[in-house]
């Protein structure tokens, strides 16, 4: 009998003490990798993370579209496996991005750079026909505007009212809101260049930096322009039932639907796919995802994905995302960029 409560007693205790670790700290298990970021490298990020799992056995990372500056945020702000792992980015990491990763524990970042792809300006095939110079995009989106010396709202209503030669209709963009990579390099690459082309601007940008920038970056909110979220295939779906707007977005959505929409020229050049890696077309940029060097321990799959990103089998000029839209680096710049996924090179502080 005694040894009947004593064995009762040792189970009570086995079922306390489960019970005892089951209140404390649970310890972190994660196998999956954990991507957030850009938009348009959202497909990209998810046809590699399907060929990576159907290659290597690992489960299909989770891929989240959250636009660059979203997926920022959330990369930088924890550690260990209860952050993300990758981010993809439509543009650079910026410095303040970088200060908030270090503030927060985040030390060593592998930053790839992974093709090339163009802002494209579109219409409905049905829809007039615009030829633009980056002047006239400021002129048109820009919240204010140089009018007799002195920036005033933008007074413009018309595409003809920026430039007699457009054609007489409503100013209506649909495009990214301010967490995207594709609004940050749009008003890199087109309003501020074309900011610098106005001389008021000009002469402005050689006065009082903080100025210009505020000046050449702020898009009008009166409803010439319209945030679309970060799913650019609304705004192709938009564009296809009104017929008097224009879209901005990638080139890869572009190539897409090239049967519904029509693109801009700007400053004389169309989006086409050499010109882009020549850096011809004037709103060409570069692709990037960015990796936390210390989750790779934590879950080595990661190092698979990179490699499998930075492959010529992916991302070279036969590669399957080359199918898809992307567009692939030189041979050379490929490779550099594989080497430092195989060696996990992390990258220095961005200058701005």
């Not at 994660?30 to 799992?53: D, K, L, Y």
Request: glycine share 8%; charged share 25%.
């Amino acid at each position: 009998m005694e040894s009947k409560f004593i064995k009762y007693g040792m189970m009570l205790m086995a079922i306390s003490a489960i019970g005892l670790a089951g209140c404390g700290k649970k310890e972190e298990v994660r196998n999956r990798i954990a991507i957030v970021g850009s938009s348009t490298v959202f497909p990209f990020s998810s046809v590699v993370a399907e060929q990576f799992a159907t290659s290597s056995g690992n489960q299909v990372p989770k891929v989240e579209s959250t636009g660059t500056g979203g997926g920022m945020k959330i990369f930088c702000s924890s550690t260990g496996l209860s952050g993300v792992d990758i981010t993809n980015a439509s543009r650079p990491m910026k410095k303040s991005e970088w200060d908030d990763c270090q503030k927060n524990g985040i030390k060593d970042i592998i930053e790839l750079k992974i093709g090339y792809d163009g802002i494209v300006l579109a219409d409905s095939k049905d829809g007039a026909e615009l030829n633009l110079s980056r002047k006239d995009l400021y002129m048109a989106l820009a919240k204010q505007v140089p009018v007799d010396g002195k920036l005033v709202d933008n007074p413009y209503k018309l595409w003809s009212d920026v430039n007699p030669a457009l054609p007489k209709i409503k100013i209506e963009v649909m495009g990214p809101p301010p967490t995207s990579g594709t609004r940050d390099a749009f008003v890199e690459l087109i309003m501020e260049k074309g900011a610098e082309e106005i001389p008021f601007l000009k002469a402005l940008q050689e006065k009082d930096k903080d100025a210009f920038k505020a000046a050449s970056t702020a898009i009008r909110e009166d409803g010439a322009w319209k945030d679309m979220g970060e799913n650019d295939n609304l705004i192709v779906q938009a564009l296809t039932t009104n017929k008097a707007s224009y879209g901005i977005f990638g080139y890869s959505f572009y190539e897409e639907n090239k049967d519904r929409l029509k693109a801009a020229t700007i400053d004389g050049e169309i989006p086409e796919l050499h010109r882009i890696i020549e850096g011809k077309y004037p709103a060409s940029r570069s692709l990037y995802f960015y990796t936390k060097k210390a989750n790779i321990p934590l879950i080595p799959s990661i190092k698979d994905y990179l490699l499998e990103f930075t492959s010529p089998k992916a991302a070279g000029e036969k590669g399957y995302l080359v199918t898809r839209g992307l567009i692939p680096l030189s041979v050379e710049d490929l490779a550099a960029q594989a080497k430092i996924a195989a060696s996990q090179t992390t990258m220095a502080a961005p200058k701005e």
